[in-house]
């Protein structure tokens, strides 16, 4: 997520780059959305899920165009500079070297197009990995590089708050739940308060908090410093999520077919709807990654196709996890994070099962919450970042690592509602990050590209809406839901 230029890493392809984009989508979101269908009916859900699907699919062919316009603009300055160069060698050429200048100078003065039905690489192929801060630095004004910058700051403290209070929060419900003769964790009818005792005169919210304490201590360190994730950690932590929602979803069918299902989901529940939108958003973004899931595909020939394909599938096992939920469980024994309801002994008899499901998200967020706050940190750094100018050891060292651990921090310590934390991350940054930056970037990389290569230019990754209807009716939409959530907010705070 820096802004500029990166390696472009080792190539690999297009099916493995699908498999890595369908990880990077299922992720946290996923496991929350269980709740956010019970509460806003199932039908509702279905629809707006779909239609949220379809809106992340068009503004990821707008942010897939917009790298490829900005490899264009590259090429060409490039293109310039050699030629400026072999200009400025001209007078110590040898024979061969002035006809290769005379064949480079005739091509040039042919229209770009021209020069590529003649052998020169597609300008808008992607070959270099333009990072989104640096396409934003290409097309868009001051103001919309820092407006830009900071939407990504809002999402990353909202990702790691969710991080933050999601480990304690599993690792509360499972200890406090199997203190004493009660090994089976979370029990189907038990309603938890933060004030029920834990262990002897400890509460729930003071466990919660000492493993929010412990979770800091053992992870805040690493943002003071450069971590990177590993292929290895990265396999490991797949492997280990894909076993965990296996077993979630043979669980819950298997309990629906022996006639144990619980679950009566209303059709549609307005009260719903903001989490739900919130959730929805937040589980479908990958805009921000995209240059660095793009870039290494070796053939990108099909690959709207490919895009298209995995967003089909990420809505069908949305939708196969989601449901399977809904009917196994009642809306309201339904946890924020859904792990946590195969902790009882009557849905999961083998106690490792229950504790894995229950650990599962300490496991793979632990991993994550580093490589996010270093991110955060060097976002941080390069907003502030002038041209030429050097931070003091302490700015550099002390003041951005303590700006991006402690707000997150404070946040979880003040509140581990999950589901709440999710959607308004959603809701808002993401909100802007999906939507409304997508949609002004190939806005302008489409007025910058007419104005550079002329109206004839054809973009080979250009968006199947191609037409400026479908860029404003992504902001509307982006709009559409700033302005719901937000009254929606009030009128529930109202109400209270």
Not at 182 to 207: F, I
Not at 400 to 419: G, K, N, R, S, W
Not at 438 to 446: D, G, I, S
Request: aromatic share 14%.
């Amino acid at each position: 997520m820096a802004g500029e230029i990166t390696e472009t890493g080792e190539l690999y392809s297009p099916y493995v780059g699908l498999v890595y984009m369908f990880n990077l989508i299922v992720g946290t979101g996923a496991l929350t959305m269980p709740k956010a269908f019970a509460t806003a009916g199932w039908l509702v859900s279905l629809v707006l899920l779909v239609f949220l699907g379809f809106m992340s699919f068009v503004t990821t062919t707008f942010v897939v165009e917009a790298m490829a316009a900005a490899n264009a603009q590259l090429r060409w300055k490039r293109m310039e500079t050699h030629q400026e160069e072999e200009d400025d060698d001209s007078s110590t050429a040898s024979d061969s070297d002035v006809l290769i200048q005379d064949s480079y100078e005739r091509a040039e003065k042919r229209p770009i197009l021209s020069v590529q039905r003649h052998g020169s690489p597609n300008l808008f192929e992607i070959t270099d990995r333009v990072e989104m801060g640096q396409m934003a630095s290409m097309f868009f004004n001051k103001v919309g590089v820092n407006l830009f910058y900071f939407c990504i700051i809002i999402y990353l403290y909202g990702d790691l708050a969710i991080y933050a209070a999601a480990v304690p929060f599993s690792l509360m419900q499972v200890t406090c739940s199997a203190v004493g003769n009660d090994s089976c964790g979370v029990e189907a009818e038990a309603k938890y308060n933060d004030t029920d005792l834990c262990w002897g005169p400890l509460r729930r919210v003071d466990a919660y908090r000492i493993y929010l304490a412990v979770f800091t201590l053992l992870l805040g360190p690493f943002t003071f410093f450069d971590v990177q994730k590993t292929k290895y950690l990265q396999i490991l932590t797949s492997l280990m999520r894909w076993i965990a929602f296996a077993i979630m979803i043979v669980l819950a069918l298997v309990r629906i077919g022996r006639g144990r299902g619980e679950g009566h989901p209303p059709l549609a529940s307005v009260s719903g709807l903001r989490n739900l939108l919130g959730v929805g958003v937040y589980s479908f973004m990958c805009q921000h990654s995209l240059p660095s899931l793009v870039t290494p595909v070796s053939s990108k020939r099909h690959l709207t196709r490919l895009v298209f394909l995995d967003y089909v599938l990420i809505l069908a096992f949305y939708g196969l996890l989601s449901f399977t939920a809904i009917f196994c469980f009642r809306g309201d024994s339904l946890l924020d994070m859904y792990t946590l309801n195969f902790a009882r002994c009557d849905v999961v008899g083998l106690a490792a099962v229950r504790f894995f499901l229950g650990l599962f998200p300490v496991f793979t967020i632990s991993t994550n919450f580093p490589i996010i706050a270093v991110t955060l940190r060097n976002n941080w750094k390069t907003l502030f970042h002038r041209e030429g100018g050097t931070y003091p050891w302490v700015v550099d060292r002390v003041v951005f690592p303590t700006i991006t651990l402690l707000p997150p921090v404070l946040v979880a310590f003040c509140t581990h509602d999950l589901e709440s934390l999710v959607g308004i991350t959603g809701a808002y940054a993401g909100t802007g990050i999906q939507y409304a930056i997508p949609a002004f970037l190939v806005y302008l990389c489409r007025k910058d590209t007419r104005l550079a290569f002329g109206g004839g230019a054809v973009n080979k990754h250009g968006s199947p809406f191609g037409h400026t209807f479908w860029v404003g009716f992504v902001l509307l939409w982006a709009f559409s839901c700033f302005s719901f959530v937000t009254a929606n907010i009030i009128l529930s705070e109202t109400k209270l």
